[in-house]
């Protein structure tokens, strides 16, 4: 039986209505925007990825079903502890991130 996974896409801006940011369990997984007459997807967490985690699509929709796609087949092939470490990596980007523009 093939597992489903819940994504949820939103704009990365408000003011820009062709670049959005996908989510997958509230991380951030990547991202989906217009390039020319075609949408870019590609996956984006910290850690190793694979060739096919990114590409090109038709259309907004088409993009988020193929990025959604290449997660379902990364989560499939990735230990449940080597995601934690993507996420807790994530997590101390965002620390640092948060502490620098503190700073500014």
Aim: net charge neutral.
């Amino acid at each position: 039986m093939k597992q489903s996974i819940s994504l949820n896409a939103k704009l990365r801006w408000p003011d820009v209505k062709d670049h959005y940011v996908v989510l997958y369990e509230g991380h951030v997984i990547g991202n989906v925007h217009r390039s020319g007459d075609s949408w870019s997807w590609s996956i984006s967490v910290p850690m190793g990825l694979p060739d096919w985690s990114v590409g090109n699509a038709a259309s907004l929709h088409d993009g988020i079903k193929a990025l959604g796609n290449a997660w379902a087949a990364i989560l499939k092939s990735t230990s449940a502890e080597r995601l934690q470490r993507a996420w807790d990596l994530e997590r101390a980007a965002e620390t640092r991130n948060t502490g620098f523009e503190s700073n500014i």
